[in-house]
């Protein structure tokens, strides 16, 4: 395994795109991959490697349930504010399915890693779709990893970032029925505080709720204010560096569950970018 050994070898296994799946891709596929070239490039923030961001969404390897998420979930925008180089290593923390890991991946380069780690709430909706789209593949650097909030299993100093996609919000989201179990939110903080490098970047994208609730509905709606989120952050050693409304959606009041029919997929999302301090 390539990369700066962020995780201990036991504790992690490596799947890889199936070589069927590859075969499955169809010549339309080419063809939108040349026009997303084209579209995203012009839209990636300028700090960015455009050419990495663009050839990483447009990689024909993607499933078509991913590419469909992309015009909702905009990843030229988040991979842009990372800034990532060939070579990093970064983790994308209760990853789901793998959707930006597998972008990731596409930017930091078969030198790099990419640590997609899932917590027992999170993998046991999704080991069946990593064991089939991890299997043979012989490009992207993901080590799939399943730890416990307690004891992420992280090496200290060896990340160069961290993402949290809609996630964030389940560290104080207790169900242990569903393997969500109360989180100590600074023991966490401190985890992911302590694998990043100097300047190590940390970005936070979530659903919003109404202004001024805190995570007071959390547990009811699956959000929480961007304020709380902010202060919570900035307050576990991570100095904010900026923000983004990208995701905005002024037509979600932003009262319904993030499940319910009308809203999902369409939630007013907040993005946040801090460093290590």
Same mark, same amino acid.
Request: hydrophobic fraction near 40%.
């Given at each position: 395994?390539?990369?700066?050994?962020?995780?201990?070898?036991?504790?992690?296994?490596?799947?890889?795109?199936?070589?069927?799946?590859?075969?499955?891709?169809?010549?339309?596929?080419?063809?939108?991959?040349?026009?997303?070239?084209?579209?995203?490039?012009?839209? *990636?923030?300028? $700090?960015?490697?455009? &050419? !990495?961001?663009? %050839?990483?969404?447009?990689? @024909?390897?993607?499933?078509? +349930?991913?590419?469909?998420?992309?015009?909702?979930?905009?990843?030229?925008?988040?991979?842009?504010?990372?800034?990532?180089?060939?070579?990093?290593?970064?983790?994308?923390?209760?990853?789901?399915?793998?959707?930006?890991?597998?972008?990731?991946?596409?930017?930091?380069?078969?030198?790099?890693?990419?640590?997609?780690?899932?917590?027992?709430?999170?993998?046991?909706?999704?080991?069946?779709?990593?064991?089939?789209?991890?299997?043979?593949?012989?490009?992207?650097?993901?080590? *799939?990893?399943? $730890?416990?909030?307690? &004891? !992420?299993?992280? %090496?200290?100093?060896?990340? @160069?970032?961290?993402?949290? +996609?809609?996630?964030?919000?389940?560290?104080?989201?207790?169900?242990?029925?569903?393997?969500?179990?109360?989180?100590?939110?600074?023991?966490?903080?401190?985890?992911?505080?302590?694998?990043?490098?100097?300047?190590?970047?940390?970005?936070?994208?979530?659903?919003?709720?109404?202004?001024?609730?805190?995570?007071?509905?959390?547990?009811?709606?699956?959000?929480?204010?961007?304020?709380?989120?902010?202060?919570?952050?900035?307050?576990?050693?991570?100095?904010?560096?900026?923000?983004?409304?990208?995701?905005?959606?002024? &037509?979600?009041?932003? %009262?319904?569950?993030?499940?319910?029919?009308?809203?999902?997929?369409?939630?007013?999302?907040?993005?946040?970018?801090?460093?290590?301090?």
């Amino acid at each position: 395994m390539k990369g700066s050994g962020a995780v201990n070898s036991h504790q992690i296994v490596q799947y890889d795109l199936s070589d069927l799946e590859k075969r499955r891709m169809k010549f339309s596929r080419y063809v939108f991959s040349t026009l997303a070239v084209l579209l995203i490039a012009a839209s *990636v923030p300028a $700090s960015a490697d455009d &050419d !990495l961001i663009a %050839s990483a969404i447009a990689n @024909d390897n993607r499933t078509e +349930v991913d590419r469909d998420r992309d015009a909702r979930s905009k990843p030229e925008v988040i991979l842009g504010l990372l800034d990532l180089e060939s070579g990093q290593a970064v983790i994308d923390v209760f990853a789901g399915g793998g959707y930006y890991s597998e972008l990731l991946a596409g930017v930091v380069g078969e030198e790099g890693q990419v640590i997609l780690q899932n917590n027992y709430g999170y993998a046991k909706w999704v080991e069946k779709s990593l064991q089939e789209r991890y299997i043979d593949n012989e490009v992207p650097p993901i080590t *799939v990893l399943r $730890s416990e909030v307690p &004891d !992420l299993k992280l %090496s200290p100093a060896s990340l @160069d970032a961290a993402l949290m +996609v809609m996630s964030y919000h389940d560290l104080y989201y207790y169900n242990p029925e569903v393997g969500f179990e109360r989180a100590d939110v600074p023991a966490f903080f401190a985890q992911i505080h302590a694998a990043l490098k100097p300047g190590g970047k940390l970005l936070i994208v979530d659903h919003a709720a109404p202004d001024g609730t805190g995570n007071s509905i959390t547990q009811e709606i699956h959000r929480i204010d961007e304020a709380f989120a902010r202060e919570d952050i900035e307050g576990n050693r991570f100095r904010f560096v900026t923000s983004s409304d990208a995701l905005r959606n002024p &037509d979600d009041d932003r %009262s319904q569950n993030v499940f319910a029919k009308s809203i999902r997929g369409k939630t007013d999302r907040f993005i946040l970018l801090f460093e290590k301090q």
